[in-house]
């Protein structure tokens, strides 16, 4: 801790925030910090309202170097640029992902890895990251799917001030105290 804006906060709000640049998940992040199941949702949802916390996300995002700009990248690469083929050569070929960048794939689609060894031989096991998922995320960060509803019609609208009498001023009734 030790920052500024560290201090404004309660332990469970740090909780939350550490949970919740995790998993950007308002929810998730409520309940591991020790909300309420029941009022997850809402308290979630407030917390990401307040000043000091939205500060404090901020803050670490800013530290670890994640921008906006730095999202994008990340997800243009996954949605447009990853190499099916570095998984396949991983697979068939029992290259490392290390030897498979050095020979110029991109490998930023894969998402985990793993080998087992058997009496039978061995198994690898690729898992890709989604593009289509990349793709969703990556519009949703350039806004290209804002939805705008028109409502059309007619409001009336009827704004009445009651009339309070002022308070008596007892100087200007010419009383001396």
């Known amino acids: 801790m030790g920052h500024v804006i560290d201090d404004k906060l309660s332990d469970q709000q740090m909780n939350f925030v550490r949970h919740y640049l995790r998993t950007f998940n308002a929810t998730k992040a409520a309940k591991a910090a020790g909300y309420s199941e029941d009022t997850a949702v809402k308290q979630g949802s407030r917390l990401l309202t307040k000043k000091d916390i939205k500060a404090a996300i901020s803050v670490r995002l800013d530290k670890d170097g994640i921008t906006a700009e730095r999202v994008k990248v990340a997800l243009a690469e996954i949605a447009f640029d990853g190499d099916i083929e570095a998984a396949e050569k991983f ?4 290259k490392s992902l290390a030897d498979l960048a050095k020979d110029g794939f991109n490998t930023s689609l894969v998402k985990s890895i793993s080998q087992s060894v058997t009496t039978a031989g061995g198994n690898r ?12 995320k990556l519009g949703k960060v350039l806004a290209m799917f804002t939805d705008t509803v028109e409502q059309k019609g007619e409001v009336k609208l009827t704004v009445s001030r009651e009339k309070k009498p002022l308070p008596e001023d007892t100087a200007s009734h010419g009383e001396d105290s």
């Open 91 to 94: 697979v068939v070929e029992g």
């Open 125 to 136: 096991k690729v898992e890709l990251y989604s593009r289509l998922d990349a793709l969703d």
